[in-house]
Every structure is written in C-alpha cells, then in structure tokens.
C-alpha cells in the first residue's frame, strides 16, 4: 500500500511547486494574512511555510496526515463542490509519502504550540527515541508547514530536475500569481540564507498595486478594469486586463477560478485571438482574471494533476469574456 500510496503522491505533486501550492492554499483557507516562504535548492531540499492562520487542533494532529483528512466538508452537499478541486484531504497526506514533513501549528485556545513530524502518513517521533506523538513547544498562533528533502525516495522523480533556479522561477511565479489575487494577504518568498526577497508585499495594497509590485509600473499602467457576470451560465468575473497600448513578448495569463490559480487552454486561446486583431504589431496580452463559477459546474477531473481545470459551458462563459474584452480594448484607442 506504501508504495501505491507514493506512486500516487508522485503524480499530484510533479515539481515542488505543486507542494507549495497546496501549501499556499491552505495557508490561505485557515484565513492567513501572512504568508512567509523559505525555499533551498528549488524547493527540493526545503520548502517552507509559515502563516498566521486559525492553526490546528492539537487533537487532529495525529490522523492529519491521512489520506481523505480534511476539515473543509461540511455538509454533504459540500460533496458536490469538493468536485471543485478533485478529492480533498490529499495534498498532506501525498507529501508525508514523498518528503520529510514537519507540522507546527498553534490554535486561539491553545496554551502553547505542537511539532509533529509524518512520514508515509504516520507521526513518527519528533526527535529519534522519542514516542510518536506531536510535542508541545512555545509558538505563536498559526501553523508553520516544513518540507524536506521532496522525492528523497523517488530517485527517478529527483533526477529529472535539472537546475534548482527553475524551479525557483516556477515557485516565484506561483507566489506572484497568489499575491496578486490575495489582496488581504502578505506574501514573502525567499531562498534560504538570501537577504533578498524574491517575492515581497504587503496585505494592503490595491490590486492593480499589487500587480505594480510583482510585474512592473510598464503593465500596471496600461491596466483597464474588468468585470462581467451572466446568471444563465452562474459566472461572474472580475480583474485587470492590459489594453491595446501594452506590448508584452509573452502572453501572460493569471487565472483563478473560485480563488485557486489553474489553467485553461481554451480561454487562453480565446483571449490571445482576441487581443490579436487589437494589437496588430503582434503583442500579446497581460489578464489578471478572476472567475467565480458555481462549483457544481465545474471539473477538474481532465487531468490527473488538475492544472488545467475545465467547467460547464465553457465555450459561451469565454465568449462573453471575449465579447467584454473586446468592448474594452474597442473604448481604449491607440
Ligand atoms: P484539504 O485542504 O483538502 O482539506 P489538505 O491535505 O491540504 O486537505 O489538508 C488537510 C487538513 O489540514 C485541512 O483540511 C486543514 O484542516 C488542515 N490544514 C492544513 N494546512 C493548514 C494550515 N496552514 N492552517 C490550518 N489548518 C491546516
Ligand atoms: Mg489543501
């Protein structure tokens, strides 16, 4: 079963990025306002994760990492809408299986902190000798998620990576894509012993700020402000997209549906078209979109890794974000 469990691990999580995202994402469900990201050697040696969140119950710690362990279903209709993002309850328990993971956590009703350390789903002693069982240190409130050594026992996995600072480029991406969408949210990301930040902002700032910061005033200064809802197809979205005066070599595309960054290739084609008969010296687009589907329509069993998310009429939803982009870049001459 162990071995069933990592090959299955090894598919959700390909690239430690996928693991921060996980990671980022819960940081953001236990209502964060801080997030703080250490990364050594791309992330495969140490990815770590620090939040103010609500914490964890020290009586949960000890099945936490479990497959199917969650505290997010509420009801059974939440059945329905855990379809959202695959099944649930899988992103702990996948990387205990494939890296050294350690828990630090501390709730409001807590007198102190709890330290657990998992491998392959099980707590195992914190220090060697020592019982099973999360250990009570002093901590501040929120939870602190430690990730050593990803694929140090899937060598084939390990091998395939090839430069440490593609991977870092992969996770500062990531981080840039959260820290645009997360306005309330300050993100820091780091490497490990730098100075420098790779990602920094606070959890003030506007959004069109926000993307100031990340990307550039270039960008952030050609910004129009977007939004369109239709009831018939239960969508509404909002965001930022570049008008026709802004030229970028590459398209650039942050996505979110119902707050989790994913792709869709559909719509990014759509977009692309669309910008092409405005930007006829051939740039390309910049869109911050942020899409709030009702999540019974959507699907994300297309691909194992569930980047690429789909959803009920996708091809009319697109359309009228087209349609709405068009309005826009029409009113914004050149
Ligand atoms: P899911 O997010 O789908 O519930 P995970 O494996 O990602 O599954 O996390 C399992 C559970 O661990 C969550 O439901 C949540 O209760 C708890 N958890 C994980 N990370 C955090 C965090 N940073 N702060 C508070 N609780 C967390
Ligand atoms: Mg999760």
């Known amino acids: 079963a162990d071995v069933v469990n990592k090959i299955a691990a090894g598919e959700i999580i390909v690239a430690p990025v996928h693991a921060l995202k996980e990671l980022i994402e819960n940081a953001v469900d236990a209502g964060a306002t801080s997030l703080e990201i250490v990364v ?10 620090t939040d103010n969140g609500h914490g964890i119950n020290q009586d949960d710690l000890p099945i936490l990492c479990e497959r199917f362990t969650t505290s997010k279903l509420k009801a ?7 379809g959202t993002y695959g099944f649930r309850g899988e992103a702990l328990a996948s990387i205990s299986h494939i890296a050294h ?3 630090t956590t501390r709730t409001n009703d807590s007198s102190c902190a709890w330290r657990a350390h998992y491998s392959s789903g099980k707590l195992v002693p914190v220090k060697p000798g020592q019982p099973a069982e999360p250990k009570a240190i002093a901590g501040r409130r929120g939870t602190q998620i430690t990730v050593e050594d990803l694929f140090y026992n899937v060598p084939t996995r390990r091998r395939a990576f090839r430069s440490a600072s593609e991977e870092y480029n992969k996770i500062l991406d990531l981080v840039g894509r959260y820290a645009v969408h997360c306005s309330g949210v300050a993100f820091s990301c780091k490497r490990h012993g730098d100075a420098s930040m ?3 902002i606070q959890a003030a700032a506007e959004t069109v700020d926000r993307i100031r910061q990340i990307h550039s005033s270039g960008v952030a200064n050609e910004l129009i402000h977007f939004e369109t809802a239709d009831d018939r197809w239960g969508f509404s979205s909002d965001g930022w997209i570049s008008n026709a005066n802004y030229h970028v070599k590459k398209t650039m595309i942050l996505l979110f549906i119902n707050h989790r960054s994913v792709e869709n290739t559909s719509l990014k084609r759509a977009v692309e078209q669309t910008y092409a008969t405005f930007l006829p010296k051939g740039g390309h687009p910049f869109i911050y979109l942020s899409l709030d589907i009702d999540p019974k ?4 069993n297309v691909h194992p890794t569930k980047r690429e998310v789909n959803f009920l009429n996708e091809d009319e939803i697109i359309e009228i974000i087209c349609e709405e982009i068009r309005v826009h870049l029409a009113k914004v001459d050149t």
């Open 40 to 49: 050594k050697d791309g992330g495969l040696k140490l990815l770590q994760i």
């Open 76 to 82: 059974f209709e939440d059945l329905t809408s855990i």
């Open 101 to 103: 993971l350690q828990i």
């Open 198 to 200: 790779g990602v920094s």
């Open 297 to 300: 329509r959507v699907d994300v």
